[in-house]
C-alpha cells in the first residue's frame, strides 16, 4: 500500500527566506508526483506535476525535484513572501489506480 | 471554462437524511475523483471513476455511493447520514493520471 509523508508538518520562517519541503513515499514505482497549495477554508491549486521520466520541474520562485529510487521529492521555494502561507501537499499515483496524498506541511512566512 | 465545480458548496443535514452532491468538469478529463477532508486526516480517496460509466471504491468508501451516467459529471450520494460523515468534500478530476484538477470543495455537517 502507498503511503506518504511530509516534513515538517509545520514550518514558521521570516520573509525572504528560501525553504525546502519534504515528501516521502513508500512504493517507488509511480507515474507521477503533484504538488498543490491549500488556502484555509479553499480548495487545492495545482504548483508543480513531475512526471516518471523527469527529476525536476520549475515554476516562477518554485522548485520541485523527484528521486523515484529514494522514494523522494522536495518543493523548494526562493525568497519566501507572506503570501506564500498556506498548507503544502504532495500527491502521488498509486499503482496507476488513483493518487495518494501526504497530510501536507503548513508554511507561515511572517513579514 | 469553468474548470471543476461543485454543488454545493454548503449543507447542513441531520443524521439519517440522504443527499446528493454533484461535480461537474469541461475540461473532458477521464478521470473523476472525490475525496473527503478532516482536520489532522489529510485527502482520502472515497471512490474514483476511470471513464463514463465506471466506478471504483478508494480508501473509505463505506456509507457513500456515486454514479458516473455522463462523461462531464460524477455524483457522490450519502444515502443514510451519519455525523461521522461531517467532512470537507472535493472533487477532482485528470486527464488519465497526469495533473488532477480540484473544484472549490462542499462543507457538510451531520447533526
Known amino acids: 500500500k502507498q503511503e506518504v509523508t511530509q516534513i515538517p508538518a509545520a514550518l514558521s520562517v521570516p520573509e525572504g527566506e528560501n525553504l525546502v519541503l519534504n515528501c516521502s513515499f513508500t512504493?517507488?514505482?509511480?507515474?507521477?508526483l503533484q504538488w498543490f497549495r491549500q488556502d484555509p477554508g479553499k480548495g487545492l491549486t495545482s504548483l508543480l506535476l513531475?512526471?516518471?521520466?523527469?527529476r525536476e520541474q520549475t515554476s516562477g520562485r518554485l522548485n520541485a525535484s523527484l528521486d523515484k529510487s529514494s522514494g523522494r521529492s522536495t518543493l523548494y521555494i526562493a525568497a519566501s513572501q507572506p503570501g506564500d502561507s498556506a498548507t503544502y501537499l504532495c500527491?502521488?499515483?498509486?499503482?496507476?489506480?488513483?493518487?495518494?496524498f501526504g497530510p501536507g506541511t503548513r508554511l507561515s512566512v511572517l513579514p | 471554462n469553468a474548470g471543476v465545480t461543485q454543488t454545493p458548496k454548503f449543507r447542513v443535514l441531520k443524521t439519517g437524511q440522504s443527499m446528493t452532491l454533484l461535480c461537474a468538469q469541461d475540461?473532458?478529463?477521464?478521470?473523476m475523483y472525490w475525496y473527503r477532508q478532516d482536520p489532522g486526516m489529510g485527502l482520502r480517496l472515497i471512490h474514483y471513476?476511470?471513464?463514463?460509466?465506471?466506478?471504483a471504491k478508494g480508501e473509505v468508501p463505506d456509507g457513500y455511493n456515486v454514479s458516473r451516467l455522463k462523461k462531464q459529471n460524477f455524483l457522490l450520494g450519502l444515502e443514510s447520514a451519519a455525523p461521522s460523515q461531517t467532512s470537507v468534500y472535493f472533487c477532482?478530476?485528470?486527464?488519465?493520471?497526469?495533473?488532477?484538477?480540484f473544484g472549490p470543495g462542499t462543507r457538510l455537517t451531520v447533526t
Open positions: 477532482a478530476s485528470s486527464y488519465a493520471l497526469i495533473e488532477q484538477y
Open positions: 512504493d517507488s514505482a509511480i507515474y507521477n
Open positions: 513531475i512526471q516518471s521520466s523527469q
Open positions: 500527491a502521488v499515483d498509486n499503482y496507476g489506480q488513483n493518487f495518494v
Open positions: 475540461m473532458n478529463h477521464e478521470y
Open positions: 471513476s476511470v471513464g463514463e460509466g465506471t466506478t
